[in-house]
Every structure is written in C-alpha cells, then in structure tokens.
C-alpha cells in the first residue's frame, strides 16, 4: 500500500492524518504481510508512527529502509501467520527510496520466502528498469520463494488496454512512462517478465478471464501497483484484490494457498 505521504503529513509536510482510515482498511483484509510505500514520518519522534502502526494493526514490523529519499518501504507480518527469519538491508541505498528484504518461515514452504516492498522511481524509465532489475536480484536470491510488491510506477506487460491519453498527463510522467511515439513503455514489465516473474493480477485475469484485475490503481490511470511472483510461487496463487483507500493509490493484496493445501497465507501492499 503506498501510504501518500505516509498516510499522516501532506505533500508540503503539514499535518494529515490518515492514517486511522488507512489502519481500518487494512484490518478488514487482515494480510499476514503487509507492504507499506511512502513511510515519510515514520522514524520520527523515536519512532512513534511504527509503534503506533504496531498496535493498531495487531502486526509486527520486519523492516523499514529509506534510500535517498523522504520516507521509505516497510514490510510488517502477523506473529502466528508467519515467523520472520530474517532482514537484508545491505544494498538499502541501490534504490532511490531504498531496498530491503523480509525473510519468513512459513508451513508448507521449503524455503525462506523473500518479499520486498517496491517503490520504483518516477525519473526515467532507464531508471526504473535497472531499480527493477535490483529488486528482482534479490527477491530471487533465497531460495527461490519470492514477491516483490508495491508501487512500481510504470505501465504493466498486460492491461486490457486500459492506459489514459498521453496528451493529458504531466510531461514528468509521460516521458517517464511513454516512449517517443507516445505509446506505453513497457520495458521494466518486459525486464521483470524476463527474469522469471509473474505479474500476479494479469496472471489470474487470464486464468479467469477477470479483466477487472486490468484496472488502475493509481491516480495516474494506470496499475502501477504490482505483485510479482517467481516462478515456484504462481501455482499457489489464489486471489488478487484491489481494494479502496484513504490515500492516492488503491492497495492490491494477493492469496497465495499453502503447498500443503493448509490454509492461504495473504500479502498486500
């Protein structure tokens, strides 16, 4: 869930607290793992958003990182659900809004499941396929288990054709999402495909012929927010949901079913 400002201060840093809305959102889905983009604010005043985040969600925080930038990505995941084994943070600062890596043990798995909130940059799209290409280096590096979720802010490899006219969006963002010939650049989803994982929503809307898992996410028209999945993950998936928020993007959480066809775990950003 990309938080807007980290769901408590405006884009200016005024005061604005959303986030008592954003905590009941979260709650009715109930995710064992939840991914959190835009942290701003959340390691000030000793920290006291994260512990506030803590107690209203009944949630444990694996880790938060920040890179160069105001804010951050943290991953939180309920004590019982699945047990944390483990927090890599070394190539934090490799990502603009920075890079960290959750470890779980969870029934069923055989190996540590990795999962990384994502929050790509809006510069370039040469920057946001080589940040891509970093999460997707180390999302697949434990063992094979891996989600790498968030805000990827740019175009999908699949969306029913859903994307606005260029013409109308801010030039920032056309040049960073559209090529020369005004069409959807698609070269960070083609990368990602590439490198073994599957883009949970598209996934299941060809399985089911959904096409509202097509839909934006975002203000920006787009589903710019993403679960992607390796490889040995994709046939326990169950459910992609895009649900309503108290911020400028929707939130998406993904079902993924247990090997051992025990209860479904559910992570959501």
Same mark, same amino acid.
């Given at each position: 869930?990309?938080?807007?400002?980290?769901?408590?201060? #405006?884009?200016?840093?005024? *005061?604005?607290?959303?986030?008592?809305?954003?905590?009941? #959102?979260?709650?009715?889905?109930? *995710?064992?793992?939840?991914?959190?983009?835009?942290?701003?604010?959340?390691?000030?005043?000793?920290?006291?958003?994260?512990?506030?985040?803590?107690?209203?969600?009944?949630?444990?925080?694996?880790?938060?990182?920040?890179?160069?930038?105001?804010?951050?990505?943290?991953?939180?995941?309920? *004590?019982?659900?699945?047990?944390?084994?483990?927090?890599?943070?070394?190539?934090?600062?490799?990502?603009?809004?920075?890079?960290?890596?959750?470890?779980?043990?969870?029934?069923?798995?055989?190996?540590?499941?990795?999962?990384?909130? #994502?929050?790509?940059?809006?510069?370039t799209a040469e920057q946001q396929v080589e940040e891509a290409m970093r999460v997707a280096d180390r999302v697949t590096r434990y063992g094979g288990y891996g989600v790498m979720i968030g805000d990827i802010n740019a175009h999908p490899l699949l969306d029913g054709g859903?994307?606005?006219?260029?013409?109308?969006?801010?030039?920032?963002?056309?040049?960073?999402?559209?090529?020369?010939?005004?069409?959807?650049?698609?070269?960070?989803?083609?990368?990602?495909?590439?490198?073994?994982?599957?883009?949970?929503?598209?996934?299941?809307?060809?399985?089911?012929?959904? #096409?509202?898992?097509?839909?934006?996410?975002?203000?920006?028209?787009?589903?710019?927010d993403r679960a992607l999945l390796t490889l040995p993950l994709v046939p326990l998936l169950s459910g992609y949901t895009r649900i309503s928020t108290a911020s400028d993007h929707d939130a998406i959480a993904i079902t993924l079913d247990r090997p051992d066809a025990g209860?479904?775990?559910?992570?959501?950003?």
């Open positions: 869930m990309n938080l807007q400002h980290g769901g408590i201060q #405006t884009g200016d840093g005024r *005061p604005d607290d959303r986030w008592p809305e954003l905590a009941a #959102t979260i709650n009715a889905a109930s *995710p064992d793992i939840l991914c959190l983009q835009e942290c701003h604010g959340w390691t000030d005043h000793l920290h006291h958003q994260v512990y506030r985040a803590e107690r209203d969600l009944d949630m444990r925080l694996a880790g938060l990182v920040g890179g160069r930038a105001v804010g951050g990505n943290a991953v939180f995941y309920r *004590p019982g659900a699945v047990a944390q084994c483990g927090w890599a943070e070394a190539y934090a600062r490799e990502l603009y809004t920075g890079l960290g890596v959750a470890l779980f043990a969870v029934e069923g798995v055989p190996e540590r499941l990795a999962v990384v909130s #994502t929050h790509l940059s809006t510069t859903r994307f606005p006219d260029p013409a109308g969006i801010k030039p920032l963002d056309r040049t960073c999402r559209y090529d020369e010939a005004d069409q959807p650049d698609r070269r960070v989803a083609r990368r990602l495909h590439r490198a073994g994982l599957t883009d949970a929503a598209a996934h299941l809307a060809a399985r089911t012929h959904n #096409t509202d898992h097509y839909a934006p996410t975002g203000t920006g028209k787009i589903r710019v209860p479904a775990a559910s992570a959501a950003a």
